[in-house]
């Protein structure tokens, strides 16, 4: 490992202290969720955007309402619908006629123009609906009407999705999912944060979080994260990680035998940026293989499908990608 930069290593401690603020104000709003924080807020460090998957009641809206409090970012919400259509996201053109009579149109932007959309139920629009997000998500700015249009900065999409109510709903293809930083699964409570969650939440008073972090030192953070150091043993263990999950690569026989596609480059990328993300919020100059470990299954999920036949033998995704984690223990 290289010698770190004196000044990186002063912005790092800096950066730490206020992420710790950060992360504090948010747990006085969402209880009991700190697995689930730390992996939102390391998709925001890495300039990413997140799936945020869970059952309805679990504060998945409250996290992103909450986040976009105490990071000081412009926040929109967009429920979709069936009906919902591409220009109720990113806008549209309107014709207008000025004081003079002339008649020339204007463009009205919709709320993708914002520094924190959250994009709730994504999958119950249509595929042609969740088309519009495609570019903003990739490239930070839409095209209406042959106009380009830049989104402000930062930009993340933090995408809802219910994953037991399925009816009326379009699943996410592919290329959509692969924009995706991380997958987070947002599981139950413990029995004593449900306590908690009852006492705290049913009175007169409830907790409200504040401001921790400006939109400037987010970005700073987020220039901060891309100049962390990372070792030679942890770049070979995000390769091999991603390599052996695709099965014309894989050295395991297994994966070969049972996953029917796996992750691109863009799966390393996330690792890389988001091991040094999750370094930094807990204090550390550079990620370890523990980092890559504990974000393997949020970067792989969403980027693997199984055969048929694994499927049908009772294998999950999940099952694989602790496989994949043994090769690199």
């Given at each position: 490992m290289q010698d770190i930069p004196a000044n990186i290593e002063k912005a790092a401690g800096a950066a730490?202290?206020?992420?710790?603020?950060?992360?504090?104000?948010?747990?006085?709003?969402?209880y009991g969720q700190d697995?689930?924080?730390?992996?939102?807020?390391?998709?925001?460090?890495?300039?990413g955007h997140a799936l945020l998957v869970g059952v309805p009641g679990l504060a998945k809206t409250l996290l992103v309402e909450t986040l976009g409090t105490v990071l000081g970012l412009d926040d929109k919400r967009v429920q979709f619908t069936?009906?919902?259509?591409?220009?109720?996201?990113?806008?549209s053109e309107v014709l207008e006629e000025n004081a003079k009579g002339k008649r020339e149109f204007r463009f009205i932007p919709g709320p993708v123009f914002t520094q924190l959309l959250m994009a709730d139920e994504i999958n119950r629009a249509s595929p042609r609906t969740q088309s519009a997000l495609l570019q903003a998500m990739q490239e930070k700015f839409v095209t209406v009407a042959g106009v380009r249009h830049d989104l402000p900065k930062p930009f993340h999409v933090l995408a809802t999705q219910n994953p037991i109510e399925q009816e009326g709903t379009y699943p996410l293809p592919e290329a959509q999912l692969d924009r995706f930083l991380l997958r987070i699964d947002v599981d139950f409570p413990t029995l004593e944060t449900e306590r908690n969650i009852l006492v705290r939440t049913t009175g007169t008073e409830t907790a409200g979080a504040k401001k921790a972090i400006t939109p400037k030192q987010l970005m700073d953070m987020q220039a901060l994260v891309r100049k962390l150091p990372v070792g030679e043993n942890v770049l070979d263990a995000i390769l091999t990680l991603v390599r052996n999950a695709r099965p014309a690569q894989s050295e395991i026989e297994s994966v070969r035998?049972?996953?029917?596609?796996?992750?691109?480059?863009?799966?390393g990328q996330a690792l890389m940026l988001a091991s040094r993300a999750r370094a930094l919020i807990d204090g550390r100059l550079s990620p370890s293989i523990d980092d890559v470990l504990a974000l393997?299954?949020?970067?792989?999920?969403?980027?693997?499908?199984?055969?048929?036949?694994?499927?049908?033998d009772g294998q999950t995704v999940g099952s694989v990608i602790e496989t994949l984690k043994d090769r690199i223990r």
């Open positions: 730490s202290e206020k992420l710790s603020t950060a992360r504090a104000n948010i747990g006085r709003v969402v697995a689930v924080v730390e992996l939102a807020l390391a998709a925001i460090l890495s300039g069936p009906d919902l259509m591409p220009g109720d996201i990113l806008g035998e049972s996953v029917s596609w796996g992750p691109g480059p863009r799966a393997a299954e949020p970067v792989l999920k969403h980027r693997m499908a199984l055969n048929f036949a694994a499927r049908a």
